[in-house]
């Protein structure tokens, strides 16, 4: 499919957008507060357009992927995302919300992979046969004349049956349709690969109309028994009653605070990754009687710490989906005091290690190179106290692509566990 294809970013002023698009965004109250700017990474659908929203600060104009490239990329982010967080028990009631779409672009992927893997759907039939198949004994002796031969005799004419599957049912029809449909809208983005159907020849549905589909599908799910036939009949039905496949329809696929994101794909991307949680000290409580409550829960918990067995160094990163192209934009007190006392609490349990400290935020470069604590008579730093914080920055892009190949930032990584110098 053609699709007219255009590139934003979160964060965006919504009031230098298309008109059509600024209408989706605010129908789905994709805006910061203030509605003045975007709050969404992701694809939005409308007629044949595909309007892409990458992360804030990509510089998409530097790289060398094409639009449609662009937009796969981003779809398969939010696509292996959603994967990792499948179940609403892995989740907060903020995080199920912050996910837009995720159910529709499991359902759409799992039936293109389904057809991928099995093809069309086949209703099995039973046909009598004549000397073929599997013999039926009883209908022969009752139907055939028996014919001596040497010591024995024999049935000239067996009867019997032959079990066939056959896509040319009402039912393989509509999931001809279905498929061709979700080929030409999404293999590309989602594959790298136009042509995922294969033509088979065989007629439209009779009737269109949603509600007949839906119909006779239910009406097959009510005699059939198998487990992938039943799993296939049922996304169908969901697919025709909740997207409905109508390719001038809105569609939105995305997540609104990408924040989470974020974090979770530099979790994944950097190397040398260590998790040290259980370890750091936890608060605990003394009650008015004298006894003495832990209180693990809400203990300090690191987002991600990188470790040089050879240097005996650890670097705790925490990334942050901010601005950060000046000092105003950048992290606030609560984010800095979170950081010295990471680094105060990994002393305490590694007190020979050195501790380093990093902020990451999304940008091909910044004007933050570090954060410091100043005394405010002298200005000297006060980095013997305080932990100096990094301000590293990285293309979001590159992420993305590290991201969705499962491939490691091992230079940028390397590039965190440097001193200071």
Request: proline share 3%; with cysteine; hydrophobic share 35%.
């Amino acid at each position: 499919m053609d699709w007219n294809i255009k590139i934003y970013r979160d964060r965006d002023f919504i009031g230098s957008l298309p008109k059509t698009t600024q209408s989706v965004l605010h129908k789905e109250k994709l805006f910061t507060y203030g509605k003045q700017n975007v709050s969404f990474c992701g694809l939005l659908f409308h007629n044949q357009n595909i309007d892409v929203f990458l992360p804030r600060n990509s510089n998409y104009s530097e790289i060398e992927f094409s639009k449609i490239q662009i937009a796969s990329l981003i779809l398969n982010t939010i696509r292996i995302y959603g994967i990792e967080f499948d179940s609403p028990l892995t989740l907060d009631d903020g995080e199920i919300d912050n996910q837009i779409g995720g159910t529709s672009l499991s359902l759409i992927t799992e039936l293109i992979t389904d057809y991928r893997q099995n093809g069309l759907y086949a209703k099995r039939q039973s046909l009598n046969t004549l000397n073929i198949g599997k013999p039926n004994w009883n209908k022969t002796i009752a139907r055939s004349v028996l014919y001596p031969s040497g010591s024995n005799s024999i049935y000239l004419d067996v009867f019997g049956s032959k079990r066939i599957n056959s896509s040319s049912c009402e039912v393989a029809k509509i999931h001809a349709s279905v498929v061709k449909e979700l080929d030409k809208k999404f293999s590309l983005l989602m594959f790298g690969c136009d042509g995922v159907f294969s033509e088979h020849h065989i007629k439209e549905p009779i009737n269109s109309d949603i509600e007949y589909q839906v119909y006779i599908l239910e009406k097959e799910l009510r005699v059939t028994y198998s487990g992938r036939d039943i799993w296939l009949l049922q996304s169908l039905i969901d697919y025709l009653k909740n997207i409905r496949g109508d390719c001038s329809s809105e569609m939105v696929i995305g997540i609104k605070h990408f924040h989470t994101v974020w974090e979770y794909m530099l979790s994944k991307t950097l190397t040398n990754t260590v998790s040290i949680n259980k370890l750091v000290p936890i608060p605990a409580y003394r009650l008015a009687d004298g006894s003495l409550v832990s209180a693990p829960k809400k203990g300090q918990r690191m987002d991600i710490v990188l470790y040089d067995a050879e240097e005996n160094l650890y670097c705790i990163v925490d990334a942050k989906y901010y601005s950060a192209n000046s000092v105003s934009s950048a992290p606030g007190w609560s984010d800095l005091v979170k950081q010295f006392f990471y680094a105060k609490a990994l002393k305490q349990i590694e007190p020979d290690a050195l501790v380093l400290n990093a902020f990451v935020f999304p940008n091909s470069a910044g004007v933050l190179s570090s954060a410091h604590m100043q005394d405010r008579q002298d200005s000297s730093l006060l980095d013997n106290d305080y932990e100096p914080i990094k301000c590293a920055y990285i293309e979001p892009v590159e992420v993305l692509k590290s991201f969705v190949d499962n491939k490691k930032l091992k230079e940028f990584t390397d590039s965190l566990l440097l001193e200071f110098s």
